[in-house]
T-cell receptor
Framework: GAVVSQHPSWVICKSGTSVKIECRSL??????MFWYRQFPKQSLMLMATSNEGSKATYEQGVEKDKFLINHASLTLSTLTVTSAHPEDSSFYICSARRETGMGYGYTFGSGTRLTVV | GNSVTQMEGPVTLSEEAFLTINCTYTATGYPSLFWYVQYPGEGLQLLLK?????DKGSNKGFEATYRKETTSFHLEKGSVQVSDSAVYFCALSETDSWGKFQFGAGTQVVVTP
């Protein structure tokens, strides 16, 4: 079945550093990737949508200069949290859209737990 | 705006017990409704879905019915197994923003032998 590999599964970084999270579709082409984050006891919230080869579209309230999204190929999208601060500590998860015989399906990565100290 | 509210966990059950996870939603249009499940160390997986009112989604013994009058999509399973231990997410997606999901906070279910 369709698999999205997301790495790392957890990361601890120092305040002010940058962290890159990768999502790779292993057996299909993902023309569109969605990035979500979840703060403790809150819902998964959509951060941005990226289409291969074009700039990402960010949801209201998400800083595009802080959360850099690159979707340079049909199998890889990355989210870089730049100059991370403790308030960026969260659970980040990607979702890749794939074409099925009857429309679209969505495959999620396993998520990344980011802790900024 | 759209929102999804589901019951807080963790929900702890004994094997073969009946499981219900409540989910209600608010939406401006006519969304499709979903239940996703996340097993430890894995990504979210689609469990079931319903695309219009009164539709019933079912999979692996789980069921949920799209109730427009009560704006609900409660998940049920008649007899849970230890392997059902996971986090369950209720979600909606408006047809005009296909692919963008509005999720609930997730409910952790723990099934003990």
């Amino acid at each position: 079945g369709a698999v999205v590999s997301q790495h790392p599964s957890w990361v601890i970084c120092k305040s002010g550093t940058s962290v890159k999270i990768e999502c790779r579709s292993l057996d299909f082409q993902a023309t569109t990737m969605f990035w979500y984050r979840q703060f403790p006891k809150q819902s998964l919230m959509l951060m941005a949508t990226s289409n291969e080869g074009s700039k990402a579209t960010y949801e209201q309230g998400v800083e595009k200069d802080k959360f850099l999204i690159n979707h340079a190929s049909l199998t890889l999208s990355t989210l870089t949290v730049t100059s991370a601060h403790p308030e960026d500590s969260s659970f980040y998860i990607c979702s890749a859209r794939r074409e099925t015989g009857m429309g679209y399906g969505y495959t999620f990565g396993s998520g990344t737990r980011l802790t900024v100290v | 705006g759209n929102s999804v509210t589901q019951m807080e966990g963790p929900v702890t059950l004994s094997e073969e017990a009946f499981l219900t996870i409540n989910c209600t939603y608010t939406a401006t249009g006519y969304p499709s409704l979903f239940w996703y499940v996340q097993y430890p160390g894995e990504g979210l997986q689609l469990l079931l879905k319903a695309t219009k009112a009164d539709d019933k989604g079912s999979n692996k013994g789980f069921e949920a019915t799209y109730r427009k009058e009560t704006t609900s999509f409660h998940l049920e399973k008649g007899s849970v197994q230890v392997s059902d231990s996971a986090v369950y997410f209720c979600a909606l997606s408006e047809t005009d923003s296909w692919g963008k999901f509005q999720f609930g906070a997730g409910t952790q279910v723990v099934v003990t032998p």
